[in-house]
């Protein structure tokens, strides 16, 4: 009967552990997501508009014309990747296809690419925060999509990216289809 008792403490005290951490998590994510707020809040200016859509955020700096993507599209485009920890910089640059952001960042990579990413929204390779920021954009727009780490790699540490971290993505739409 004592190793009944104490085996049922033992995971009465796993499942609190796990629970804390769920909640601590939680909390990183509120705060990220708060940050987000402020920098789109500062940032958004007369011609700017702001888009919201599972838990990624769009602030449309550039628009652009034709019909909107939709989540069964494809669409080409330039982008870079930063993490986002406030403000989007150089700094945090983790990844891009666009040769000025790359040049203006001093990056100097033995093999760059700079080709157009061509890509349908079903595409398991997009993070969720980026497929959810695309949808509804359109050809010639230019803009930045926001998201915590819940809808990043999560738990996970990606190359330089560490695991949950927010990330921004600055998009430069070339084309859309939803054929």
Known sequence: MKTIK???AIVLLAAASCSCVKEKLQSEYNRQEDSIDKYISSNLKDDRTVTYNGGSARLTLVKGEGEELQPDGAIGFYYAGYTFKGSI??????????????????????D????LLEINLNDARLLEGVRNGLIGVRAGEECEILFSGKYGFGNTTFGIIPANSALAFKIWVVSVSND
Not at 90 to 108: D, Y
């Open 89 to 110: 910089n150089a700094s945090g640059l983790f990844s891009t296809n666009h040769e000025a952001t790359a040049v203006a960042a001093k990056w100097n990579l033995t």
């Open 6 to 8: 104490s085996i049922i």
């Open 112 to 115: 760059p690419d700079y080709n």
